[in-house]
């Protein structure tokens, strides 16, 4: 099925200019309002958009990375503390999640990524938006973490891995950021899994979004690795469709008690977002 995407309803460019330094030089970002002080370096094709719901702006990149909608639905569907705790987001990207998680939590948020680029891209995006007390990146495999980090530290784990094993008759798309998001060729399924069950602390919460054709492969996995599910919640394009996400939330060393929510519909026979997806993206009150 098809994954949703970030369209021009989700994000805009923020108010601004560009200037670029000198003849041929890197292009920097200069808001008009708001944060009068800050300047952004925006290079080749990248654009600053708003996360409209959160009055938070990232920096993306059509030939790079944009983030998709399954990231914006794990960042609202995962329970966080409010006050205190430290989150980690496994898979982050342009960091999208510590950014939406940043208004949902005063703790301390840390996104892992492979990618040199896309974690440039997700460090540019923190301190632009003043987070770089409380918000950190770390380029590195997530394979890595638990002995860089440390085992059982996290209240809250988070990730958006990629979607398809690597196989003979896989289709890799052809532009290798996009690749290595997609498929399994950093990471599997089970790296995921098992990573975030050592990086959790016993009673923390472990979240993911996935397709629902591995819904299987992941309740197996989860339980495998000692994280219990217990919020199932399935997501459709629309009434009378099949759905093409799943949202799943485990606890470490948890007791069994799985609970299926709501279903989640994003858009209205008539095309248009559906009320609860309104408030998720813009934060409308309906």
């Not at 003043?130 to 890595?144: K, Q, T």
């Not at 988070?158 to 060729?185: D, K, M, Q």
């Not at 990471?187 to 009673?203: F, N």
């Not at 279903?263 to 813009?282: A, C, F, Q, S």
Request: hydrophobic share 35%; aromatic share 6%; proline share 6%.
């Amino acid at each position: 099925m098809e994954a949703f995407s970030c369209d021009p309803g989700i994000t805009r460019p923020g108010a601004g200019v560009f200037r670029r330094k000198g003849i041929g030089g890197a292009r920097e970002w200069m808001p008009s309002g708001g944060l009068e002080e800050a300047m952004i370096q925006l290079k080749d094709d990248e654009r600053l958009d708003y996360l409209l719901a959160e009055n938070l702006r990232i920096i993306q990149s059509p030939s790079v990375f944009s983030f998709s909608m399954d990231s914006v639905l794990l960042a609202n569907f995962v329970y966080v503390p409010i006050q205190k705790g430290k989150i980690i987001d496994l898979c982050s990207g342009n960091g999208v999640i510590p950014l939406l998680l940043s208004k949902r939590t005063k703790g301390e948020i840390t996104g892992v990524e492979i990618q040199e680029r896309l974690c440039d891209m997700a460090e540019r995006s923190i301190r632009y938006n003043g987070l770089d007390g409380r918000l950190s990146m770390i380029c590195g495999d997530i394979r890595e973490m638990p002995k860089r980090l440390g085992t059982a530290r996290y209240d809250v784990v988070t990730c958006n891995p990629p979607y398809f094993p690597v196989s003979g008759e896989a289709i890799i798309n052809e532009r290798e950021p996009l690749a290595i998001a997609r498929h399994e060729i950093c990471c599997t399924l089970e790296d995921a899994v098992r990573v975030s069950s050592q990086l959790a602390k016993p009673g923390g919460k472990v979240a993911f979004v996935h397709r629902p054709g591995r819904l299987l492969d992941l309740l197996t996995l989860m339980r495998k690795y000692k994280i219990e599910p217990k919020r199932l919640r399935f997501v459709y394009p629309k009434m009378k469709k099949e759905a093409n996400t799943i949202l799943l939330e485990g606890t470490r060393d948890g007791k069994p008690d799985l609970k299926i929510l709501p279903p989640l519909y994003v858009y209205e026979e008539n095309g248009e977002y559906t009320d609860e997806m309104k408030r998720i993206l813009y934060g409308e009150n309906t």
